[in-house]
């Protein structure tokens, strides 16, 4: 070969064109949401005429238009819906549990055929990056119904002794952070345990369960078994101030659940909090360092801190406090920010005006109580409700960032000398839902996590969530287990 | 009473990387117990976090002029590799014209960034290049097993030197370094590196061999602080090659090492690597990873073969919108 041939010259890797790496939108397409113009309540099996109802708004979080209307459930409407639930419990709950289990594996199937669009239908109405809604919540809603429709012919080996009995109607009010799968955790246990349901979706992330309403019909599963009610605060506490609802479960503010706990103390109803956190990542000096600063990432960035067991608090040996900081702050500029559709997106829209203001009013709180702020210098969308990645260092333990849940992407980092001293500071708050534990010394983490008081304790991971494995808190962060078989006990009278 | 005198210990900090940055200008070794206690200061690595993150960043969408560009810039990265004892002057040469023009039709498609033969083929490598923009490697050091002694393997490495080899890819002795002999695997490379003369020294971990994470994290640092230009993930040899969390390990010791000690060392991934596809997501993890520094032929290298075909029909793909015949291009 003569080097004639060889024409290439280094002029032609222009390396302006070689040398970075943008990536370009690669956004999902909204059309596959499929939604309608409005929607009405979905009870005894059919949905309402939407004419019918007082309807409300649902706005895209990240470009605060409207998506669609949605009915709101007056107290009738919340009447009619228990009323339904009532009729359809002596033959749900008597049904064999294999029977049950049928519509169980049926509608996690669905699910599973349907990914694409509850995903899309769900990162339009909550903001959530579609990576996180296709990966983790519309899967994981597949799989709790898949693990309890397992268990729905197996109740006797549940652990609660011979033939436990459903308690009756359940009454499922469910937070806006994850619409689909929060309902999922709520509904698929209730049915497997021969429970009746009527749910309330959140005021600002109805969609999802409208859509699965559509599923259930399309599983066949006989009218009234599941209700769903949509609305505001009001169509909430007419379902808990209902006389015919035999439980109450409940997931969100620990202010609201308060309130529940005491008007359910009158009567006899059964009840579940799952209420706020301030989780706290333990850092320990020998921690995986590279694996510790992306739990620590996801453990309060994920789904925008929308994580009732975020990982709001990073608690850090001081002795390697400045390579972590480095490092987390490194990767915090590294996150993308911005239209929840687009595939590449880590980090999405803030739900709502409401919770936007919220947390910029806790870390205007934290910059005058003398915190450092160091927030990312990503660009933001013009319209919608956004806010930058933020993490604040030089946090004491008294500032409000360190004590209340901002539920936002902000994370407080502070530091300790001593295993006592972390568990001390984790401990040192009102709330008891999650914690993590990063070490690579076994020992030491079974030391720290027999003396944390959270429900769940993470070690070298932080916000994984698996059917099989119980969740909830202690303290102001609620009471009762989801998931596993303890999740069975929250629906069985035992 | 005498007045005892003591010299305080220099500060180096809690990290390595603010010991190698006390140093000043770059790591020294001076001795085997100040290789294992670097060694032993490294972060452990936790398997299933690794894997978590490469499996997370495998999701990332790479569409249209990104896509584009990424095929581009691999095709710029590739040392488009054959060792096979079958291997014959004409092989290699046929090789060569495909490495300097992937795609003769179409004068944007860049050379690939190196071809990699054994020794023997070095200097029809050379002239079979003539002028090109493209490096000759030469794997050496009883490559692939590395079981020969050192008189062996720097004969090795002194033959494709004097072939006139661009890069030497040499292999670490993984039996020394699972026995501990981590001294004899550092002065090995420390020796290699100074028969390379100017060449640049890519040196192969055999990841596949080392297994856990943990001691791909030691042996990458092992390597950089002997002072290999490059760490390579394999020899293609063993079926366990070039995976995702190994390569992750890999960019994010490269990153540590360079922020420590200033010194930048480049990462080879071999083995395994087929599709265009991978080889994105492998530009991704370098991407999030180590940075837009890597992201160039002097500091990131495919070893492959059957990779560069499928990049160019990829890359026609992107501009015609079709698939076209595998035939299209030429076999090599």
């Known amino acids: 070969m003569s080097s004639a041939e060889i024409d290439v010259t280094d002029q032609q890797l222009d390396q302006s064109r070689l040398g970075g790496f943008t990536y370009d939108p690669a956004p999902e397409s909204a059309s596959v949401a499929r939604l309608a113009s409005a929607y009405g309540l979905f009870i005894d099996g059919a949905f309402s005429d939407p004419g019918a109802h007082e309807q409300f708004e649902t706005l895209n979080p990240a470009t605060a238009r409207p998506l669609a209307t949605v009915a709101h459930g007056s107290s009738e409407d919340v009447d009619r819906a228990v009323a339904a639930a009532r009729r359809a419990f002596p033959a749900w709950s008597s049904m064999p549990g294999s029977a049950r289990a049928k519509y169980l594996f049926r509608i996690a199937r669905l699910i599973q055929e349907r990914a694409r669009e509850l995903a899309v239908v769900e990162t339009l109405d909550n903001g959530k990056p579609i990576r996180e809604s296709r990966d983790i919540d519309v899967p994981l809603a597949a799989a709790y119904f898949f693990y309890y429709a397992g268990w729905a012919d197996k109740l006797d080996y549940a652990g609660f002794g011979p033939s436990p009995q459903p308690l009756g109607v359940a009454g499922q009010i469910i937070p806006w952070n994850f619409p689909l799968l929060m309902a999922a955790w709520k509904l698929a246990p209730a049915l497997a345990a021969g429970n009746t349901c009527v749910l309330k979706p959140a005021e600002t992330t109805p969609l999802s369960a409208l859509v699965l309403a559509d599923i259930l019909t399309q599983a066949d599963l006989p009218a009234g078994v599941v209700n769903i009610v949509t609305g505001d605060g009001a169509t909430g506490a007419a379902l808990v101030a209902h006389p015919g609802v035999d439980k109450i479960a409940f997931t969100g503010s620990t202010e609201v659940g308060r309130l529940i706990q005491q008007r359910l103390g009158e009567r006899g109803t059964h009840l579940t909090l799952e209420l706020g956190g301030k989780g706290a990542n333990i850092v320990f000096e020998d921690a995986p360092i590279d694996e510790m600063v992306e739990g620590v990432i996801d453990g309060i960035f994920f789904n925008q801190g929308h994580v009732c067991c975020a990982g709001s608090r990073l608690l850090v040996q001081e002795s390697i406090a400045d390579e972590v900081v480095r490092r987390v702050l490194r990767r915090v500029e590294q996150l993308r920010v911005g239209d929840p559709l687009d595939k590449n997106t880590d980090v999405g829209a803030i739900n709502s005006a409401a919770q936007l203001a919220r947390i910029e009013e806790l870390t205007e709180a934290g910059e005058a109580e003398g915190a450092t702020r160091h927030t990312s210098a990503c660009a933001l969308p013009n319209e919608g409700y956004w806010f930058a990645p933020t993490v604040f260092t030089d946090v004491a333990q008294s500032h409000r960032i360190a004590r209340e849940e901002i539920f936002g992407p902000v994370l407080s980092v502070l530091t300790f000398r001593t295993p006592e001293e972390a568990v001390a500071k984790a401990n040192n708050t009102t709330y008891g839902l999650a914690c993590g534990v990063w070490s690579e010394k076994g020992s030491r983490t079974l030391w720290v996590a027999q003396r944390l008081r959270a429900g769940v304790i993470w070690a070298n991971t932080y916000n994984r969530f698996d059917p099989t494995s119980p969740f909830g808190g202690m303290r102001e962060s609620g009471f009762g287990r989801e998931g596993g078989r303890h999740g069975l006990e929250a629906y069985l009278d035992v | ?332």
Not at chain 2, 2 to 25: C, I, N, W
Not at chain 2, 50 to 70: D, F, N, P, Y
Not at chain 2, 97 to 111: G, I, L, M, W, Y
């Open chain 2, 1 to 332: 009473m005498d007045e005892v005198t003591t010299t305080p210990l220099r500060s180096v900090g809690a990290t390595s990387a603010v010991r190698f940055a006390a140093h000043g200008s770059g790591p020294r070794i001076e001795s085997e117990v100040e290789l294992r206690s670097v060694l032993a200061s490294l972060s452990g690595v936790d398997a299933v976090g690794l894997e978590a993150r490469a499996a997370k960043l495998a999701t990332r969408s790479i569409k249209r002029s990104s896509k584009l560009a990424a095929l581009d810039l691999a095709i710029a990265m590739v040392d488009l590799t054959t060792l096979e004892g079958a291997d014959t002057p004409g092989r290699v040469a046929s090789l060569c014209a495909k490495a300097a023009r992937p795609d003769p039709r179409n004068h944007e498609v860049p050379s690939v960034a190196a071809v990699c033969v054994y020794p023997d083929l070095v200097a029809t490598a050379k002239r079979a290049l003539g002028d090109a923009p493209v490096a000759v490697a030469s794997v050496a050091t009883a490559f692939p097993s590395g079981r020969a002694s050192l008189a062996m393997k720097l004969a090795d490495v002194a033959e494709a030197r004097s072939a006139g080899a661009d890069e030497i890819d040499m292999v670490i002795d993984r039996g020394a370094f699972l026995a501990g002999r981590l001294g004899q695997v550092f002065d090995e490379i420390v020796a290699v590196k100074a028969a390379c003369g100017p060449a640049h020294l890519k040196v192969i971990l055999e990841t596949g061999e080392l297994v856990t994470y943990d001691n791909v994290r030691r042996a990458s640092w092992l390597a950089m602080l002997a002072g290999a230009d490059f760490i390579k993930t394999s020899t293609g040899k063993v079926p366990a090659a070039s995976t995702p969390p190994v390569a992750l390990v890999m960019l994010e010791a490269a990153r540590d090492f360079a922020e420590s000690t200033g010194r930048v060392v480049g990462v080879k991934l071999a083995g395994g690597i087929r599709s265009a596809k991978d080889a994105i997501r492998y530009l991704v993890l370098v991407n999030e990873t180590a940075g837009t520094a890597w992201l160039t032929p002097e500091r990131f290298r495919f070893g492959a073969s059957s990779l560069l075909n499928d990049l160019l029909m990829q890359r026609l793909k992107q501009q015609r919108g079709a698939y076209v015949r595998v035939d299209e291009f030429s076999g090599d």
